[in-house]
């Protein structure tokens, strides 16, 4: 005869206990990604150039989506197209804060606009860097 408590066990609640419904709704699990992003930025550029918050944000912001993360200009140091709006809203900025931190980038030589919204981003941040660690762009360079 078969033991009462086995049924028991292998039988299987209908309803799902509270703490397995609050591990489910979770999602999978987080696990934090990693950026290359050269020492140079903070050993020289952070020092020479004593940029604002915003301007960090946003020269972060794009030079991950340029050499961080997928895309098919990598090579070219271009970004793929971005909205200002999506930009302020992940770095929880208002547009005209990211707007005006992308033209001091710009004056400053970090970036230049291609169109609004795309942007070409030196991998070594200034020509200068650029020239000493041989940083090309296939051909494509402003």
């Known amino acids: 005869m078969v033991d009462?408590?086995?049924?028991?066990?292998?039988?299987?609640?209908?309803?799902?206990k509270s703490d397995e419904v609050s591990h489910e709704q979770e999602g999978p699990s987080v696990t934090p990604t990693l950026s290359e992003i050269p020492d140079m930025f903070f050993d020289q550029i952070l020092v020479e150039y004593k940029l604002g918050r915003i301007e960090i944000l946003v020269l972060m912001y794009i030079y991950r989506m340029v050499y961080c993360r997928p895309n098919l200009y990598k090579l070219f140091g271009?970004?793929?197209?971005?909205?200002?709006?999506?930009?302020?809203?992940?770095?929880?900025?208002?547009?005209?804060?990211?707007v005006g931190a992308i033209h001091k980038l710009e004056e400053l030589g970090f970036i230049s606009t291609i169109r609004a919204g795309q942007y070409f981003v030196r991998r070594f941040f200034t020509k200068e860097n650029d020239e000493i660690f041989k940083q090309t762009y296939a051909d494509f360079d402003l």
């Open 4 to 16: 009462l408590q086995s049924i028991l066990l292998d039988h299987k609640a209908k309803k799902k």
């Open 78 to 98: 271009i970004s793929p197209l971005l909205s200002h709006y999506e930009m302020a809203k992940t770095l929880i900025l208002e547009v005209p804060e990211t």
